[in-house]
């Protein structure tokens, strides 16, 4: 069966975290426009320098081009049997432009997970998130700490903390989040395509509700 789910959320859900995960238990690719834009920018690309300063404030690049990139992204062979989507679309022009392209791919259509999250919660996940350079790993300096301080458990790389995970860009990230991405709830809840769940708890107890709440999608 084919599989194309999005994982929707303010910044700080998890959905990179569960992504990562279920792309694991599946066997299909996580899909993180968020990663590839980075990625571009480590590279030192044209579009990793054309979207650097926007990242860093915490505002969204142009839809034209995420939609490009996901598009490239979704006609490779890995991505065939499905993907897991974090961070895409994050807005109205992008989810019309997803339905569109899988429609015409002929790929099954998607189902959308909303993962709740309070506000004073994101806040403190994102200020304590360090991320790798070398691998990509994300760990929180207090909920999810590498074993040995500000190193990477994976390849043993010097941690670093996000650009936009500092508290003027986390509270810029929030709003354009409300702005732009919250109405896309409203986008796929009436066609049955979404459930929402709650994000607070263990790592495995929130992976074991997106599960399940796809179970329910899936049987109705
Ligand atoms: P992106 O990388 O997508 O950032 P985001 O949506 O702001 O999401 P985050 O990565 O901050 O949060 P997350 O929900 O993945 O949480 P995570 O799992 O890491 O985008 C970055 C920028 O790129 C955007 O601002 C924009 O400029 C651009 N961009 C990307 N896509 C775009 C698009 N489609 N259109 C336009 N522009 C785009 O978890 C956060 C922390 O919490 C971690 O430390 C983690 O360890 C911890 N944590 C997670 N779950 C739990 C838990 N259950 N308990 C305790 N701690 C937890």
Known sequence: MQRNLILLGPPGAGKGTQAQRLA?????PQVSTG???????????DLGKQVASVMDSGGLVSDDLVIALVAERLDREDARKGVILDGFPRTLAQAKALDALLLRMGRTPVQAVAIEVPEQLLIARLSGRRTC???GASYHVEFTPPHSDGVCDRCGSPLVQRDDDRAEAIAHRLEVYARDTAPLIDYYEPRGALRRIDGVGELDAVLDRITKSLDVQRDQ
């Open 24 to 28: 694991t238990r599946w066997g299909i």
């Open 133 to 135: 350079p070398g691998c």
């Open 35 to 45: 990663d590839m834009l980075r990625e571009a920018r480590r590279a030192g690309t």
